[in-house]
């Protein structure tokens, strides 16, 4: 019989439920309840007298579903005739491959001999889940939360990340890395056994870690083909943001549908991949997001590095101590890690020449520096005016008295903060004046950010903070930007914090991010967009911190200043459920009125597009608009009635005369502020809901005109949507041949912006094409990417559109159990998300591709 001539009710996500019909009904209820709570599909077979239907008709409901539950009483169920097994055992292994959560009640009578074999066995496998339950009631309660974990898994288990996304990569050592080989071996082959699964490497600040995490990855980075990334948490001071890094470095985007956590373990699934999560210390709450994570995305393994451990089950403690210094009994001429680093960092700045009568001073301030890698490193960086017994001495004089650090501290962290403290105390008043606000910055700063919290041109006193290396300067394309290192920066602050300056420098730090969004957000709109776009990535983590001293404050104003400049930037780089939380944090903590509460209404309702009832969508972006209106805020009210007629057009309130009613308004008010962009903006949206009734032609003709406008105005990322949905009109109208270059130019300039939604949508509508051509091997692949996209990606708020997803379906369904069409979709799905671009972007075919009928 052929299995794919059966299929579930419902194409939706969907759960198949094994259980006994008549001994566990009520369990079944409640479990029912449960995945319907959920959106899901609940598939199970309710009918007949029998524990189970025959055989062929649960083998395809299984074939169909993508998350098995199996719920287990006392009785193994009926085992037909000329079978062996029952069909409750069946169903468990014909699952095998699927995620499977197992229940088991803890209120039954003696349970039947091969029942109880079947689940010593399923305790036995450690891919399966199981828990125990004593009543319905408790039953639905994990269910509905098990399944949470696996949302993700809709999405095929999104199979690879884009390994070259720029965010995750590790990072590239700059120097030489010295007297670590030892450990670098040891902490790669606790990585490649896979055997704990979360490894922290543990020592005072500046031993070291991060660069022994880094060489240790890239040493076991063959054994990990999904990739491997690194994601520094030091910019971030909220526990809650852990995730969204990690999402970040793994180009899964955050639309604000509220699920990013099961997004991330969606995109990680069962592939072996390692993230390197670097500065735990400071955010030791999100230790349990971790430790879920891992229990979610079984091919994850984490190497974290923290001065504390973190705490949780599983943890394996590395611990990284100092660097190895030769004993007074050593030979003279032996030069140890500690006393070889020293050497390496001295010629690297330009030290004095150093021979063999030097090495017992080198020693010695090695020695004094208890061998503590980053001590080293500055003390090293002296050499330029001191020489190895100039600085033993000083070194002596001023180490041997102990600073008013902390007694909590660890003797190694007063070291190390002693020997920042000196190299502070090395400086003129100027430069320490500067160093001293420059812990405000979050990932970094440039020259103009410098200046404006210190209060005059920084140029000067940064380059002897440079000379010192306090501060280390990076080139960026054609400007200069500014680091420092986690413990530096950490002693800035702390200095600005005992001198009553942190909240004015948080101030001023602020000021100047709404410099720049007010700055820059125009120029998001025209010919430098896409540079525009760029040079904000790089602040990306400083804007961040300016909206939490905003939030924190409750300037709601400037607040949503910085959120409406920005806002083609938080959309293109998927990161708008950040914007959504910032406007909900503010409606439920402060009194707004007037513009600032119309904004954040504007938010809060225009970034929902995932949510399944847009009703509450409807209600925020109405009174949006009002509050706009009574503000005068033309503009405002506009983009508020445009999105307000998109939700109304939404199927889930369909009052389709109401958002004609507000597009026609909306246009009103963009042609009064000559509002050009908005306006084309309003034709993509009235296009939209063009198609939502199935009038293409129409459809087609509001989307040219909003391209015309796009076009005049230069905006890459207005063209990026415009153009693409021209060319879906032209693929429902079956024009394949004018439609294919409008999609391609789309996907060119969603890539050339880093467009990770408007490339998964491209991807889509390219496969759609290549199966109408019966391109059965493009099609195949793109097929393969565009799921890969969308799972690593987040693009659950902007479904593919139902022509599309059919159109995949087919193509799937006509092809199951081809292996030469599932190595196809294999490819695709894990080319990663720049290269799946531009494979789609060939003017021509692979050479080795060939064609079918569909």
């Known amino acids: 019989m052929d299995m794919t001539t059966i299929r579930t009710p419902d194409q939706r996500l969907r ?52 998350i098995f539950v199996g719920i287990y009483g006392a009785s193994y169920g009926w085992i037909a005739p000329g079978e062996e097994l029952s069909g409750l055992e069946d169903e468990y292994r014909l699952a095998e491959g699927m995620p499977r ?87 790669r082959s606790l990585l490649q056994e896979r ?6 490497l543990i020592g005072p600040g500046g031993v070291g870690k991060t660069r022994l995490a880094v060489a240790a990855a890239a040493a076991a980075a063959d054994a990990f083909p999904a990739g491997v990334h690194f994601v520094d948490l030091t910019p971030l001071h909220d526990p809650s943001l852990v995730i969204s890094a990690i999402a970040a470095a793994l180009g899964v985007i955050d639309v604000g549908d509220g699920r990013l956590e099961h997004r991330v373990a969606s995109a990680i699934g069962e592939r072996p991949r390692l993230l390197v999560i670097d500065n735990v210390e400071h955010l030791l709450d999100a230790a349990p997001q ?3 994570l891992l229990a979610a995305a079984p091919g994850a393994v984490v190497l974290a590095t923290s001065r504390v451990a973190l705490g949780v089950a599983g943890e394996h403690r590395f611990e990284v101590r100092p660097l190895a210094v030769r004993g007074d009994d050593a030979d003279a001429a032996t030069v140890g890690p500690a006393e070889q680093l020293f050497l390496d960092r001295a010629a690297a700045v330009g030290g004095g020449e150093l021979d063999g009568s030097d090495l017992a001073h080198i020693r010695a301030v090695c020695r004094a520096l208890d061998g503590l890698p980053l001590a080293i490193e500055l003390a090293a960086a002296r050499t330029r005016l001191l020489t190895p017994a100039e600085l033993w001495e000083r070194l002596g004089r001023g180490l041997d008295v102990l600073p008013a650090a902390g007694p909590d501290r660890p003797e190694r962290q007063r070291t190390l903060a002693r020997t920042i403290e000196w190299s502070i105390d090395l400086l ?78 948080a101030d001023l730090h602020a000021a100047h991010y709404i410099t720049v969004a007010r700055r820059e957000g125009p120029r998001l709109y025209g010919p430098d967009g896409v540079d525009t776009l760029w040079r904000l990535r790089a602040d990306n983590e400083n804007l961040r911190a300016a909206a939490r001293t905003l939030l924190d404050q409750g300037r709601a104003e400037e607040l949503t200043v910085v959120a409406r400049r920005l806002f083609p930037y938080w959309w293109a780089t998927g990161r708008q459920g950040e914007v959504r939380a910032w406007m909900r944090e503010l409606l439920a903590t402060r009194s707004l009125e007037g513009r600032p509460r119309a904004a954040a209404l504007y938010f809060s309702g225009s970034i929902t597009f995932g949510d399944a009832d847009r009703t509450d969508a409807v209600r925020e972006l109405r009174a949006s608009a009002e509050g706009f209106a009574a503000a005068g805020d033309v503009l405002g009210e506009a983009f508020a009635r445009n999105s307000l007629a998109l939700a109304l057009a939404d199927p889930s309130v369909g009052d389709m005369p109401a958002a004609e009613q507000e597009i026609a308004r909306a246009f009103e008010l963009f042609d009064e502020r000559r ?12 296009g939209l809901m063009g198609l939502a009734v199935g009038d293409v032609d129409e459809a087609h003709r509001r989307f040219l005109l909003g391209d015309e406008i796009a076009t005049a105005g230069r905006d890459e990322f207005s063209r990026a949507m415009s153009e693409h949905f021209v060319g879906v009109a032209e693929v429902l109208a079956g024009d394949l041949t004018t439609a294919e270059p409008h999609l391609r130019d789309s996907l060119r300039r969603s890539v050339r912006l880093s467009y990770v939604e408007g490339i998964a949508h491209g991807l889509e509508a390219l496969c759609a094409i290549a199966a109408q051509r019966r391109d059965i091997e493009r099609a195949a692949t793109l097929l393969g990417a565009a799921r890969t996209a969308r799972g690593i990606s987040g693009v659950y708020n902007s479904p593919p559109l139902p022509h599309f997803d059919q159109t995949a379906r ?35 075919p692979p050479e080795h591709g060939r064609q079918h009928d569909t």
């Open 428 to 505: 003129d008043e100027e430069a320490r004046t500067v160093f001293d606000a420059l812990g405000v910055f979050s990932g970094g700063f440039d020259l103009d950010a410098a200046s404006a919290v210190v209060g005059h041109d920084a140029l000067e006193p940064l380059a002897r903070l440079v000379d010192a290396s306090l501060v280390v300067h990076e080139a960026s394309g054609r400007s200069s930007r500014f680091t420092m290192l986690t413990t530096v920066q950490t002693a800035s602050a702390e200095r600005a914090a005992a001198q009553g300056r942190a909240t004015a420098l």
């Open 290 to 292: 971790l430790v879920r």
């Open 675 to 686: 509002n050009g962009l908005g306006e084309s903006l309003a034709h993509v949206i009235h």
């Open 101 to 187: 959560l197992v229940y088991l009640t803890s209120v039954h009578g003696p349970r039947e001999a091969r029942l109880e074999a079947l689940i010593d066995r399923i305790r036995e496998y450690d891919d399966v889940a199981y828990a125990t339950f004593r009543d319905p009631e408790e039953l639905g309660e994990l269910v509905a939360r098990d399944l949470a974990l696996m949302i993700g898994e809709r999405f095929d288990r999104a199979r690879a990340a884009d390994a070259t996304h720029e965010a995750g990569l590790l990072p590239a050592p700059l120097d030489s890395f010295v007297g670590r080989q030892h450990e670098v071996e040891a902490v």
């Open 15 to 66: 759960v198949f439920v094994s259980s006994t019909l008549r001994e566990l009904e009520a369990e079944r209820a409640a479990t029912r309840a449960a995945i319907e709570r959920l959106m899901l599909t609940p598939v199970m077979f309710e009918t007949g007298s029998r524990p189970h239907p025959p055989r062929e008709l649960y083998r395809a409901y299984l074939a169909q579903s993508d």
């Open 810 to 844: 087919r193509l799937a369904e006509s092809h199951a159990g081809d292996p030469q069409f599932a190595s196809w979709v294999s490819a695709g799905a894990d080319l990663g998300t720049a290269a799946a671009a531009a494979y789609a972007l060939a003017d021509e």
């Open 195 to 200: 055997r704990d699964r979360l490894v922290t």
